[in-house]
Nanobody, 123 residues
Framework: QVHVAESGGGLVQAGGSLRLSCAAS????????MEWYRQAPGKQRELVAA???????NYLDFVKGRFTISRDNAKNTVYLQMNSLKPEDTAVYYC?????????????????WGQGTQVTVSS
């Protein structure tokens, strides 16, 4: 009923930039927070950046000043602009969306995840 899909990953040299996009589609009434996570090989998934409906943001300390999260509420899309990339940023990047659905008089609140997009930063 709800589909979340990331795009924009790829291979980039250290110091380069990438812009990730994540679009949610389907039976959506509204979306609360949208978040970007990443998971490197052998490591736990970690929160990279989050943004509320009103535009308040939060970042992992390691990416502050280099990454910028933004969203387009009309398109149910969140973006992650990544600048000054480092080899340590190499990971699969996932987004999620806290979706509100309405079915008649019933309301549903669920978090949906995308399949992930690979970001590789070469030194």
């Amino acid at each position: 009923q709800v589909h979340v899909a990331e795009s924009g990953g790829g291979l980039v040299q250290a110091g380069g930039s990438l812009r990730l996009s994540c679009a949610a589609s389907g039976s959506i009434f509204s979306i609360n927070a949208m978040e970007w996570y990443r998971q490197a090989p052998g490591k736990q998934r970690e929160l990279v950046a989050a943004i509320t409906t009103g535009g308040s943001t939060n970042y992992l300390d390691f990416v502050k000043g280099r990454f910028t999260i933004s969203r387009d509420n009309a398109k149910n899309t969140v973006y992650l602009q990544m600048n000054s990339l480092k080899p340590e940023d190499t990971a699969v990047y996932y987004c999620n969306a806290d979706v509100v659905r309405r079915d008649g008089s019933s309301w549903y609140y669920n978090t949906y995840w995308g399949q992930g997009t690979q970001v590789t930063v070469s030194s």
